[in-house]
């Protein structure tokens, strides 16, 4: 199982961000999918969660209105629009598969890749 994702970079305050992740080793479109994030000496937070049976999308209250999850199912690429990006928002994102329990806990999810830095600054 590979999840490699990419996209971060450094962007000021109120700018955008698109996020990707290409998966390979599994069958992607069966499985939902999540983004969480962990910012520098913080724990590991939630962000989003794609299903796989009809693609009901979910989001913390943090990045809801802000952030957009979406899958390509014959890509086997998942993605997060950012924008309206805060300072808050700094974090390595990673994105991981979902296991089991609910969608907006970070031990429901059992696989991550490495991440993509993210870096909101003026």
């Known amino acids: 199982v590979q999840l490699q994702a990419s996209g971060g970079g450094l962007v000021q305050p109120g700018g955008s961000l698109r996020l990707s992740c290409a998966a390979s080793?599994?069958?992607?479109?069966?499985?939902?999918l999540g983004w969480v994030r962990q910012a520098p000496g913080k724990e590991i937070e939630w962000v989003s969660a794609?299903?796989?049976?009809?693609?009901?999308?979910y989001y913390a209250d943090s990045v809801k209105g802000r952030f957009t999850i979406s899958r390509d199912n014959a890509k086997n690429t998942l993605y997060l629009q950012m924008s309206g990006l805060k300072p808050s928002d700094t974090a390595r994102y990673y994105c991981?598969?979902?296991?089991?329990?609910?969608?907006?806990?970070?031990?429901?999810?059992?696989?991550r890749g490495q991440g993509t830095l993210v870096t909101v600054s003026s």
């Open positions: 794609i299903k796989a049976a009809d693609g009901t999308t």
């Open positions: 991981t598969t979902y296991d089991r329990g609910p969608y907006h806990d970070v031990d429901s999810y059992n696989r």
């Open positions: 080793g599994f069958a992607f479109s069966r499985f939902s």
